[in-house]
């Protein structure tokens, strides 16, 4: 089985919500291949799951006046710091052809043990930690993830550590080591990047990018080619990001939430 594969690199962090979102609907409609997609975030971004409240999850003001993006994504899971240090994927596809498996577990299981071949690839051992549906290596997370199933697609969001503004975390989030081991105190000790694998070494991202792109088609099964977006997937995803920009749909859990407590008062 041949899939698509798309390297956007940098992208705008709203643009990339509304782009796999329309890559899913168009993939699940069996309108393009199966896909899997890679990005960076040209702009440092939160992205929040669909079930989460911004006032629970993050420092608003900061955020504000440092002009970093919040984005509540249509994937549940938690809410995590992104900066153009980390390559971000989604692995999209038709949800009855049973290349992705449509549970959790499964699909986890799947897509991620891509994430642990790559590692091997680069010369590291790395681990599915099922607790927390994460990729870890030297017993600390290294890649975190979202799962959603909609539109006939089930699509596996993550993404890879190469360096990290852990700093920049703490101020960002309320809960920083929230989905981190049990204990952990300070992020640092409950994460890894790439850089810190190396011993502080240059990592080649072409090269990193290549072992995922092999890691994934040995998990899944597939060849990929390097592949475009259509137009009618680019004019969605530029709709869905004006979405995504929007205060009411960034809000829009927090709102409900207000109206209920308004109206018990």
Not at 3 to 16: A, C, E, L, Q
Not at 24 to 35: L, P, Y
Not at 196 to 205: F, H, K, N, P, T
Not at 224 to 235: A, F, H, I, K, Y
Request: proline fraction near 2%; charged fraction near 30%; aromatic fraction near 10%.
């Amino acid at each position: 089985m041949t899939w698509r594969f798309i390297d956007t690199d940098k992208i705008d962090g709203y643009y990339s919500a509304g782009l796999f979102e329309s890559i899913a609907k168009h993939v699940g409609s069996g309108k393009v291949d199966n896909t899997i997609l890679f990005w960076r975030v040209q702009t440092p971004a939160v992205y929040l799951g669909y079930h989460q409240y911004v006032e629970d999850e993050i420092h608003e003001d900061y955020c504000a006046a440092n002009g970093i993006q919040i984005i509540r994504r249509v994937l549940g899971g938690g809410c995590g710091f992104c900066d153009d240090e980390q390559i971000l994927f989604t692995v999209i596809a038709r949800e009855n052809d049973g290349a992705v498996p449509s549970n959790i577990q499964g699909a986890y299981s799947c897509v991620f043990a891509g994430l642990t071949s790559a590692l091997d690839l680069l010369g590291f051992d790395g681990e599915l930690e099922p607790t927390r549906n994460a990729v870890y290596s030297m017993r600390r997370k290294m890649s975190g993830n979202a799962k959603g199933r909609f539109d006939g697609a089930v699509l596996v969001n993550g993404s890879f550590l190469l360096d990290f503004g852990f700093d920049e975390m703490d101020r960002v989030l309320k809960n920083p080591t929230k989905n981190l081991a049990e204990g952990i105190q300070n992020v640092r000790d409950g994460m890894i990047t790439l850089s810190e694998l190396l011993g502080g070494a240059d990592y080649d991202i072409d090269n990193v990018k290549s072992a995922m792109k092999t890691g994934f088609e040995d998990a899944l099964g597939v060849e990929s080619q390097r592949g475009v977006l259509t137009d009618s997937e680019v004019e969605l995803a530029e709709r869905l990001s004006e979405r995504h920009k929007s205060l009411d749909w960034i809000y829009r859990l927090d709102d409900k939430r207000r109206r209920r407590k308004n109206r018990k008062a």
